[in-house]
Structure formats: C-alpha cells, structure tokens
C-alpha cells in the first residue's frame, strides 16, 4: 500500500497537472497574449518548483520512492515552458 501511496498515486496527480497545463500552453502559443500573465509569478513558481523538485530527488534516493520525482520533473518542465513563452511573447509586444 506504501508503494501505491508514493509511486503511483503521484502519477494519477501528473495526469491532472497535464490536464491543467496544456490547454494554457496551447492557447498561449496560439494567441500569443500574455499581457494578463505575470512574469514574475512564473519565476517564483519555477524556483519554488524546482527546489520542490530537490526535495523528492532526495527521498527517491533515501527510499526508492520515484513517483512525487516524476510529477515534479514534470511540473518543472511545464512551469518553465509556460515561463519562456511569457517572456517570448512580453518581449515581442513591447518592441
């Protein structure tokens, strides 16, 4: 039961943060309007992120427990997707 608990359970969450990300990701690149998004918003995020993302790099290695690691992995690479297409986009509105 454990391992459901840690490997699995957090992999039903990694379909609920595709779920969430890709239609934004999708929209975004289409319209390419980020005027309401804030930069720094996904800065934070991302830093937050990726130190959350240490956090279960350690726990997989202390006890084998990889599935937080792959949702984070996965949140990580999202959030700076997300986070370049702002500043793509900001960039090119402001010129």
Do not use: H
Request: with cysteine; aromatic share 12%.
């Amino acid at each position: 039961m454990t391992q459901f608990l840690l490997n699995w359970l957090p992999l039903l969450g990694t379909i609920f943060l595709t779920i969430c990300y890709l239609p934004q990701i999708r929209k975004t690149w289409k319209t390419k309007d980020v005027s309401s998004m804030s930069l720094l918003f996904w800065i934070s995020l991302n830093i937050a992120l990726i130190l959350l993302l240490g956090n279960y790099v350690v726990i997989f290695i202390e006890t084998g427990a990889w599935g937080g690691m792959v949702t984070e992995a996965l949140n990580v690479a999202f959030a700076l997707v997300m986070m370049g297409l702002v500043i793509k986009y900001r960039k090119k509105k402001e010129k």
